[in-house]
């Protein structure tokens, strides 16, 4: 069975063949908005949608290149959480496609995907149950695995989510956006030991996270300086990267302590951090228990973890195009 995915959540235009029967990803392409919406410093939500409308046909046309779209069996899409304009773009997409090639159509958790995102192109085993910790701009969690479907919801975060802080710090660092990956590559340059920045609810008795307090530490931090050096901006973005990926490691930790599995998961656009990776790893090790994460081009979002999934969820596949979009559509109310 070959499943057609499309990803259209935020401010990456996706689509992605996957082969159920040689377990391979066998096309896929990403369109990403990143220049768009560096002018403004984050995603602009009615710009996203209009670049998706624009962009969406071509990259269909890339990915497809050496694959008949006729010969495709079925087709999944992101159909929540994200922002509702770019949803729509994607399900248009489907609905459309289904009608003219006459395939069923699966709408898709964005959340979920990430969740089983690891098993895409790699011949890993995990056991049920199993721990996932889902970082990005935009979600912070700790969910229990039990079953494909059946999610258990063990943390969140209170205020921010872990990469919207690393992209609000960035900003006050003067970096750019996206701020995560150039705060992380200037904090290798930096003395994570040269500012004390707290680790708000990282020994507090759940699962459950907090960023705000650590963002605004560093706004104090950063208004006491005169002037920002290059070695002010270093030591600052090690020392806030040191605490954040301390409040993460200690938060799923704490999780361990109250769950028995065998395998936890790292996925999301933050799991490509490596200095969290490295922590993860040893927390692992110590543990005895097997750590998955996806590889890099599979953190961020992106199409192929959405045609993974559909391929498992073929079965209630359907003609059905009533829209399926939801901005928010927590893991806990999925049905199979």
């Known amino acids: 069975m070959v499943t057609l995915g499309i990803e259209t959540s935020c401010d990456e235009t996706a ?21 768009l919406h560096a002018a403004y410093g984050g995603v602009v939500p009615e710009l996203a949608s209009r670049d998706h409308c624009a962009k969406i046909i071509n990259v269909l046309d890339q990915c497809m290149a050496e694959f008949d779209l006729k010969n495709i069996d079925q087709i999944a899409y992101t159909a929540g959480p994200g922002l509702i304009g770019a949803l729509l773009i994607g399900e248009n997409l489907a609905h459309g496609l289904s009608i003219s090639l006459n395939k069923p159509v699966v709408p898709i958790n964005h959340l979920e995907a990430h969740l089983h995102a690891p098993k895409i192109d790699q011949d890993i085993h995990l ?61 290798m340059q930096g003395d994570s030991s040269s500012f004390s920045f707290p680790q708000p609810m990282a020994h507090s008795n759940d699962c459950d996270m907090s960023f705000s307090g650590l963002k605004t530490a560093v706004l104090y931090a950063v208004e006491k300086l005169s002037t920002i ?69 599979h953190c961020t979002d992106n199409a192929a973890m959405v045609a993974y999934l559909g ?22 109310e999925l049905k199979l």
């Open 127 to 187: 056991d049920f149950p199993f721990i996932t910790l889902l970082v990005s701009g935009g979600h912070s969690m700790i969910i229990k695995v039990n079953k494909l479907g059946d999610y258990e919801l063990l943390g969140d975060t209170r205020d921010d989510a872990v990469g919207e802080a690393f992209d609000k710090v960035a900003k006050l660092l003067n970096l750019g956006y996206p701020g995560g990956p150039i705060l992380e590559k200037i904090a």
């Open 15 to 35: 689509i992605a063949l996957y082969d159920s029967n040689s377990s391979q990803i066998i096309a896929e392409k990403v369109y990403s908005q990143i220049d």
């Open 229 to 297: 050096t290059d070695k002010h901006q270093a030591d600052i973005a090690a020392s806030f990267q040191e605490s954040a990926t301390e409040i993460l490691v200690k938060k799923i930790d704490f999780a361990l302590s109250k769950n028995s599995v065998k395998d936890i998961v790292l996925a999301g656009g933050v799991a490509a951090n490596k200095l969290l990776r490295s922590k993860m790893d040893s927390l692992a090790d110590n543990k005895n228990i097997n750590l998955h994460y996806p590889p890099l081009r």
């Open 311 to 332: 391929s498992l969820y073929s079965e209630i596949s359907s003609y059905n195009l009533v829209s399926s979009v939801r901005p928010r559509w927590p893991l806990d």
